[in-house]
């Protein structure tokens, strides 16, 4: 039974996180749907896929109230859980990929629980309205009705560039230019309306609202760059489906920094510092 559940793991922890935005409250969840598949009668699930991602989902949703409650009370801005790329399981279309950026699992935020639901499994995994049906207790033209109301919420997302060559040599302008105080460089990469977040959670020092605009956010990075001084190690990695940064200190994650591109331009930076949410990450990334 454990081989039926570890062929499916990878999904479900994909499922969960983008339900909850956070990798240790997704690991969560998919343990104990493993304890629950565990608990059946051998060969009494018909369909083990559709079976893990009813309970997986409605696992998700009892959490979800507690966690909204909490994240209304948390310090400065709220990002999800920094995971790498390859632990998110397959990402084979542009739509399974943009769903587990860090941009959209934000907008995700503004749903209620079963909008949030039923726009996950029907925007990350393809499900139809009578498969979500099924998974929700919920009739179909429920559930219709809940996509299409998220889907008001949550607006046209923004398309970045896709992985690729160009997208990472962009990153590595922008990673050299900031190491080595460019900010002639920095201009050149920076979209003009570009935008930086970090969640420090209030544990540690972060700035507790977006920066906006060019200038401001060259002034940002280099004060960043400043704080961390020459000690931190900068390694290239992909998380969340786009590019990321990686800071190490002693060889602890002290940062993960997200660089969103569109059009060639980097359009959006997103920092996480939390030490709590980044405590998995190495560990994921298998570093």
């Known amino acids: 039974m454990i081989d039926e559940f570890e062929a499916h793991r990878a999904r479900m922890f994909g499922l969960a996180y983008r339900m909850l935005g956070s990798a240790a409250e997704a690991e969560d969840v998919v343990q104990d749907a493993c304890l629950r598949w565990i608990g059946t009668e051998p060969g009494s699930v018909a369909a083990p896929g559709a079976w893990l991602a009813k309970v997986v989902t409605n696992l998700c949703l009892n959490r979800l109230t507690a966690a909204r409650a909490t994240r209304e009370s948390y310090v400065g801005t709220w990002l999800p859980e920094p995971v790498p790329t390859d632990a998110l399981g397959p990402l084979e279309t542009a739509e399974q990929r943009d769903s587990v950026s860090m941009a959209f699992l934000v907008l995700l ?17 393809a499900y139809g309205y009578r498969e979500i049906a099924d998974v929700l207790d919920l009739s179909e033209a429920g559930c219709r009705q809940l996509y299409h109301r998220g889907r008001q919420r949550i607006g046209e997302p923004r398309r970045f560039d896709a992985p690729g060559e160009q997208r990472r040599t962009i990153v590595e302008r922008f990673l050299w230019a900031a190491q080595s105080g460019d900010l002639k460089g920095l201009e050149k990469v920076l979209a003009a309306d570009v935008v930086a977040w970090a969640d420090g959670g209030g544990r540690v020092s972060a700035a507790l609202r977006p920066v906006l605009g060019r200038e401001k956010v060259i002034r940002y990075v280099a004060g960043v760059v400043a704080k961390f001084g020459e000690g931190v190690e900068a390694r290239y990695v992909e998380a969340n489906g786009q590019d990321a940064i990686v800071g190490l200190l002693g060889g602890q994650v002290v940062t993960v920094f997200v660089v969103e591109v569109a059009d060639g331009m980097v359009v959006g930076l997103r920092s996480v510092l939390n030490p709590d949410k980044l405590s998995r990450f190495a560990e994921l990334a298998g570093s």
């Open 109 to 125: 935020e503004r749903l209620t629980p079963a909008e949030r639901a039923v726009f996950v499994l029907r925007e990350a995994f």
